[in-house]
């Protein structure tokens, strides 16, 4: 008895998805953008790495006065760089047998496990947390300097 209800449920809840999936335009129905490629704009990136630059810079103009900080800065930088180096290691591996897309600005947007999202929400999700961190770390610096 549960199992049909469970079965009915995902039968109704797979129909649902067909006919909204009709209902969208081709525009919506565009090449995703989830295929191990990183089609960002130029200014996504240098404001991604300009906002960890300015983080490390304030983080090392507040902390950089001991050995201990400086190792625990260093480390951290390196992290950093391993974390973008494997990405970009691995995006392009078989770079040549996939298929390119067009850029996401091309088409207005980029297609994500939840759903559609346009540029300038995706690109606000990608960018908070590195203008957010430079910010902190620029205030952490001012306080340092005024005490």
Request: overall charge negative; charged content about 10%.
């Amino acid at each position: 008895m549960l199992m049909d209800f469970q079965m009915e449920g995902g039968q109704a809840v797979t129909a649902e998805i067909n006919a909204e999936m009709q209902d969208l335009s081709e525009h919506y129905r565009s090449p995703s953008h989830e295929s191990r490629n990183f089609e960002l704009p130029a200014s996504v990136w240098i404001t991604m790495f300009g906002s960890y630059a300015v983080f490390f810079t304030a983080l090392f103009i507040a902390t950089g006065h001991g050995t201990a900080a400086i190792f625990a800065l260093v480390i951290s930088i390196a992290y950093t760089v391993m974390y973008f180096g494997t990405a970009a290691v691995l995006n392009n591996v078989s770079a040549a047998e996939r298929k390119t897309l067009p850029p996401a600005k091309s088409i207005g947007g980029i297609e994500t496990q939840t759903g559609w999202m346009d540029n300038t929400a995706a690109y606000a999700q990608i960018l908070t947390v590195p203008i957010l961190l430079a910010v902190f770390a620029c205030c952490f610096a001012v306080i340092r300097a005024v005490i």
